[in-house]
């Protein structure tokens, strides 16, 4: 890491099993689109990545080569050895050779995040390698990327140069209001806050990072008193909790195990990643969903990332020559004559 670090962490699916323990999950804010880096680098979809958001990051590749892909429209580009820099094409793995330099642009919003060959290799804790900030577990060392950090990956053989690229840019989540389940705690509030949760418009506040994002909009009431304050029970990632001011809270991948607010909804595990791309400012409007319709849309959803990893199609180095469509459109049959 020669520049940078704010905001970036290693990331992968997470620490699944172990909440009884009061261990967060932690892990990609989205895990879909961590997982089309990693299969454009030639990874298993779970291996550990970087995310970031917020400030530009940039990076030496110390040996080489790397195949590297980046996902979440964030802008990249690379200078080999020379200083000459070549922008990464979208949604299309490159190699890196030992010298060159790597540049990930600042995002003003929302998450990105870089593969590379074989996933960051970091110590797993707990069986996984993600960075879980609060508690300073896991990821190196607990905390974010900062310069002078070394990160290793998986060494390529000297003959493989494969690549790959997307056939489309990535469109497996669905638009619309955000879906939600009804929570554990409904009855602690008003018959009209429940209606209101469904028929306002709420706006993210700055207040947000990896374990939730605060929404402003109007006050949702609870029953009485007593009813903003539960005995802490278990939370997961995707529910909304709503303290004694009325403004909900919408837990993400960074969240405590347990909690004292009541829950109001649940976000479905199909509409958790859009959260990932929240920016101040953006108005969400949620809608309520059975058991059976957050299933339907996991399983459409993870249909459509299928289909998408299904595409993808060997991709040629940035300037290089593209040596299938020469074979394929090559107009000359046969040789007749070899005089001048």
């Known amino acids: 890491m020669i520049r940078g670090g704010i905001g970036c962490t290693v990331q992968d699916a997470g620490r699944v099993g172990h909440r009884h323990e009061g261990v967060a999950l932690s892990g990609w804010l989205d895990g879909w689109m961590a997982g089309a880096a990693n299969v454009l680098a030639g990874n298993p979809p779970q291996a550990a990545c970087l995310e970031w958001r917020g400030p530009a990051l940039r990076l030496r590749v110390a040996q ?3 195949r590297v892909a980046v996902a979440g429209g964030a802008a990249a580009w690379a200078s080999d050895a020379q200083a000459r820099p ?3 094409p979208p949604w299309q793995s490159v190699l890196l050779e030992a010298g060159a330099v790597l540049d990930l642009a600042a995002l003003s919003g929302g998450c990105a995040w870089m593969a590379v060959s074989g996933g960051v290799q970091v110590a797993p804790l707990l069986g996984s390698r993600a960075t879980h900030l609060r508690t300073r577990m896991g990821g190196l060392d607990g905390r974010m990327l900062q310069p002078g950090d070394r990160l290793g990956c998986a060494a390529l053989a000297s003959e493989d140069r494969r690549l790959w690229c997307a056939a489309s840019a990535p469109d497996w989540l669905e638009s619309g209001p955000i879906r939600v389940l009804p929570g554990p ?3 602690h509030f008003s018959a009209e806050a429940w209606a209101r949760l469904l028929a306002s418009a709420w706006q993210v506040t700055p207040a947000l990072d990896r374990m939730g994002l605060r929404l402003a909009g109007p006050a949702l009431a609870h ?3 007593s009813a903003a304050d539960i005995v802490s029970d278990g939370v997961v990632p995707g529910a909304i909790q709503v303290p004694a001011d009325g403004q909900p809270i919408v837990l993400l991948a960074d969240a405590q195990t347990v909690g004292g607010y009541p829950k109001i909804a649940c976000v479905i595990r199909a509409d958790l990643p859009r959260l990932a791309q929240a920016r101040p400012g953006d108005r969400l409007d949620f809608a309520v969903v059975d058991g059976a319709g957050a299933r339907a849309a996991l399983q459409r959803l993870r249909a459509r990332w299928q289909a998408w990893c299904a ?3 060997p991709a040629r180095p940035p300037g290089g020559i593209d040596e299938q469509a ?3 459109d090559n107009l000359i049959s046969g040789m ?5």
């Open 64 to 66: 080489g080569p790397v």
């Open 86 to 88: 070549q922008p990464l």
């Open 185 to 187: 705690q409904q009855d």
């Open 223 to 225: 029953v009485d008193a």
């Open 311 to 313: 595409a993808l199609r």
């Open 326 to 328: 020469l074979h394929r």
């Open 336 to 340: 007749l004559r070899a005089e001048p």
